[in-house]
Antibody
Framework: QVQLVQSGAEVKKPGASVKVSCKAS????????VHWVRQAPGQGLEWMGW????????NYAQKFQGRVTLTRDTSISTGYMELSSLRSDDTAVYYC????????????WGQGTLVTVSS | SSELTQDPDVSVALGQTVRITCQGD??????ASWYQQKPGQAPILVIY???YRPSGIPDRFSGSSSGNTASLTITGAQAEDEADYYC???????????FGGGTKLTVL
């Protein structure tokens, strides 16, 4: 069965960076784009970007351009999201999700990783 | 602000039918997907494309689209359907992805 397993919760200071991992199993990792979505406490879902695990090509939301970097390691079927220059309003649960492939949207989600930014 | 607009709160009596809508110019060109999210859980996909349900999603969930509006309909709402619902599609440029602001569904 398709699974996306994310790394554990992180606490960071303002100005630092965080890197969250997302390990895929149950399907061909290079066959589906991986999206990253975040959700601040009590707020809605916010799309950050996607990566094509086959080519490494990326597409970022304008809001995060210059601060977010999506990468992957195909040898271990794992995607990564690195967010730099953290601020308190980056405190959120970060999700990875598999692209629906052929339709707008995502079908499988990771369990989420809470990133807390606090001095 | 989101390019997809949803009503923040919707309520429905147990067993009745409810429609949750999502409006945006990009929906004239792209289908929406719909997600259900319960507190403390990751979202799950309930409807995508023209009106497709992933395996395991009850057939009381259905989707439709007209003009700039996509709709998620729950026919015979159950207590377990109480959740936040989000729509998702491409943005107006078609290059990026966008979510609606979410609708909190209360089952009375």
């Amino acid at each position: 069965q398709v699974q996306l397993v994310q790394s554990g919760a992180e606490v960071k200071k303002p100005g630092a960076s965080v890197k969250v991992s997302c390990k895929a199993s149950g399907y061909t990792f290079t066959g589906y784009y991986v999206h990253w979505v975040r959700q601040a406490p009590g707020q809605g879902l916010e799309w950050m970007g996607w990566i094509n695990p086959n080519s490494g090509g990326t597409n970022y939301a304008q809001k995060f351009q210059g601060r977010v970097t999506l990468t992957r390691d195909t040898s271990i079927s794992t995607g990564y999201m690195e967010l730099s220059s953290l601020r308190s309003d980056d405190t959120a649960v970060y999700y990875c999700a598999r692209d629906l492939s052929g339709w707008p949207g995502v079908d499988y989600w990771g369990q989420g990783t809470l990133v807390t930014v606090s001095s | 602000s989101s390019e997809l607009t949803q009503d923040p709160d919707v309520s429905v009596a147990l067993g009745q039918t409810v429609r949750i809508t999502c409006q945006g110019d990009s929906l004239r060109s792209y289908y929406a997907s719909w997600y259900q999210q319960k507190p403390g859980q990751a979202p799950i996909l309930v409807i995508y494309g023209k009106n497709y349900r992933p395996s395991g999603i009850p057939d009381r969930f259905s989707g439709s689209s007209s003009g700039n509006t996509a709709s998620l309909t729950i026919t015979g709402a159950q207590a377990e359907d109480e959740a936040d619902y989000y729509c998702n599609s491409r943005d107006s440029s078609g290059n990026h992805v966008v979510f609606g602001g979410g609708t909190k569904l209360t089952v009375l």
